[in-house]
């Protein structure tokens, strides 16, 4: 059996980058910042994924730089970056580049490079990729991420610490295989009456590549769920949890209730 470090609870929030300028975007994240989020996040797309299908949007990359140097605490990255849109040692010099710039002066940088296979297909016919099927998608994934760590191991210099690698999905037999080889952090959108069935699928995945899949941080989006639904994820090892926000507004009354929840849980 699987048996998992306990781990305090964090709550990330997806900043999402559609219908709001970049001023109200930024000024967004260094309130969160101050309101003691623990991880900031944005999403890879190029268009908004709800309301006006053309109405304002931003790129998730340049958009991290940014919060890079606007930020001293949080850990940020996305949720999650799309491997089809950029080669894979670009990839890893791009996070390589942004955890130094967020390192500052401390010499630790702060940047999560979440990723996964993609899904949205009008950014790939509008931006001019290959769609492929969701098979092609994961097993490109797949030869991509060897890549990456190889090419941190090269640069110069290399990034300032392990940067940490966070998995999107829920795929069994291709998403799971790649979590257990090389994530850091698992973040689903698993129902929890389904959730310890995919964990012990994923302690199979870790047994056939020899790794310890307890040592992997379980990561939920939560926004749609209640308190006790969270509270039942965490009795079986989650840690990290998130919600999403969305322009032009930005509401932030439920990440103060989530806030407040992390830190009665944490006591």
């Known amino acids: ?132 099927t969701a098979g092609q998608r994961l097993d490109a994934l797949a030869d991509a991420m060897p890549r990456i760590e190889s090419r941190w191991q090269k640069l110069n210099q290399p990034p300032t610490r392990k940067i940490p690698v966070l998995i999107g999905g829920g795929g069994e037999k291709k998403t799971l295989k790649i979590v257990a080889r090389h994530a850091d952090i698992w973040h689903s959108f698993t129902p929890i009456d389904d959730f310890e069935r995919k964990l012990g699928i994923l302690a199979e995945h870790g047994d056939a590549v020899g790794r310890d899949v307890g040592e992997i941080e379980l990561s939920m989006e939560i926004g749609r769920k209640s308190q006790a639904e969270a509270d039942a994820y965490r009795e079986l090892g989650a840690s990290l949890f998130t919600i999403g926000i969305s322009g032009p507004d930005y509401p932030l009354d439920d990440v103060r209730r989530w806030l407040a929840w992390r830190d009665a849980t944490n006591g």
């Open 1 to 132: 059996m699987t048996t998992r470090p306990t781990r305090p609870v964090r709550l990330g929030v997806q900043v999402q980058p559609q219908h709001a300028g970049y001023p109200k975007i930024r000024d967004t994240v260094r309130e969160l910042e101050d309101m003691g989020v623990d991880i900031l996040f944005n999403w890879d797309h190029f268009y908004p994924l709800s309301g006006d299908p053309d109405g304002l949007h931003f790129e998730s990359w340049t958009e991290l730089a940014s919060w890079a140097e606007i930020t001293s605490r949080v850990e940020f990255g996305a949720l999650v970056n799309c491997n089809s849109y950029r080669g894979a040692d670009l990839q890893a010099d791009m996070a390589r580049t942004i955890d130094h710039i967020s390192a500052g002066d401390t010499g630790t940088g702060r940047f999560i490079f979440g990723t996964g296979s993609g899904w949205f297909e009008r950014d790939y016919d509008e931006y001019g990729y290959e769609f492929g």
